[in-house]
């Protein structure tokens, strides 16, 4: 049974930075991590993806800003956030998958975390 938690969500100022982890369990083979994230009274919008060799894509709102990594010996896959701006509040989602290439569309992505808050002020 696949499962993936995320963690390292909070409050930060405008400008600052945080990393969220999403620790996965149960996949067998490689996979694609997306990160995705939903604001309230908005879609759930792409972020960022990283494959197993450590191909990315970014949404262009954070290209430059986030960076996302998988380390595979340890089923564990990361967000970095610098630069954060109140527009990047929301909660943020983990999402696997073993799919190779996937765009940032949520539909593409099997197995998802419970979700992780990111509020940042102004």
């Known amino acids: 049974q696949v499962q993936l938690v995320e963690s390292g969500g909070g409050s930060v100022q405008a400008g600052g930075s945080l990393t969220l982890s999403c620790s996965v369990f149960?996949?067998?083979?490689?996979?694609?991590i997306g990160w995705f994230r939903q604001a309230p009274g908005k879609e759930r919008e792409g972020v960022a993806a990283?494959?197993?060799?450590?191909?990315?894509t970014y949404a262009d709102s954070v290209k430059g800003r986030f960076t996302a990594t998988q380390d595979n010996a340890k089923n564990i896959a990361y967000l970095q956030m610098n630069s954060l701006k109140p527009e990047d509040t929301a909660i943020y989602y983990c999402?696997?998958?073993?799919?190779?290439?996937?765009?940032?569309?949520?539909?593409?992505?099997?197995?998802w975390g419970q979700g992780t808050q990111v509020t940042v002020s102004s």
């Open positions: 999402a696997a998958d073993p799919k190779y290439g996937l765009a940032l569309a949520a539909a593409d992505f099997a197995y």
């Open positions: 149960g996949f067998i083979g490689p996979y694609c």
């Open positions: 990283v494959e197993y060799d450590g191909s990315t």
